[in-house]
């Protein structure tokens, strides 16, 4: 290891967390943030070449992770464009009985999950509505994965059966 990468790898050993609460400030996204300040350190380690002794090598970090901050805010920005065109050529054509038979078929899938048992619900609930792994779930509930797994395909065999009329009808 060379000098600047010895320099490098301090900087990040004493000041990654100040990086990520930069990072986090700019973009109130957790993830992300730790993506972007990993990202940083592995492209100015690849670099380390270029760097020389005399380079104050902190300041250098603080202005890569803003600027990596403001190309994920844009990026993000293009997507949510994208994303809003979308929604609106997918709903621009719908009738006033085409969004009176999207809101019937929601309603009879909520019915169809607030019928089913107890420990069902709650499985189909945190694993469809909360996004929870079957791991998280057989904690919260003291049970299986397995016992998760078996619950999700009979919820699923369930809103099937019970929701197969409207599946068959196309919009």
Not at 52 to 58: I, P, R
Not at 67 to 96: F, K, M, P
Not at 115 to 124: F, K, L
């Amino acid at each position: 290891m060379n000098d600047s990468q010895n320099a490098i790898a301090v900087i990040y050993r004493k000041h990654w967390r100040k990086l990520y609460i930069h990072a986090y400030n700019l973009l109130n996204d957790g993830e992300s943030a730790k993506d972007i300040v990993n990202d940083v350190f592995c492209s100015v380690l690849e670099n380390s070449r270029q760097l020389t002794e005399e380079t104050d090598l902190l300041p250098l970090f603080y202005v890569m992770v803003k600027n990596r901050c403001i190309d994920h805010i844009r990026h993000q920005n293009v997507v949510n464009r994208n994303a809003e065109r979308y929604l609106e050529e997918l709903y621009s054509g719908w009738t006033a009985k085409e969004y009176r038979d999207y809101e019937d078929k929601i309603a009879r899938m909520q019915e169809s999950i607030r019928q089913m048992a107890p420990q069902m619900r709650i499985v189909v609930e945190e694993f469809f509505l909360n996004e929870k792994k079957c791991a998280e779930i057989s904690e919260i509930l003291n049970i299986s994965d397995n016992t998760v797994r078996t619950h999700i395909a009979r919820a699923l065999k369930i809103l099937r059966k019970r929701l197969s009329v409207f599946l068959l009808i196309t919009v």
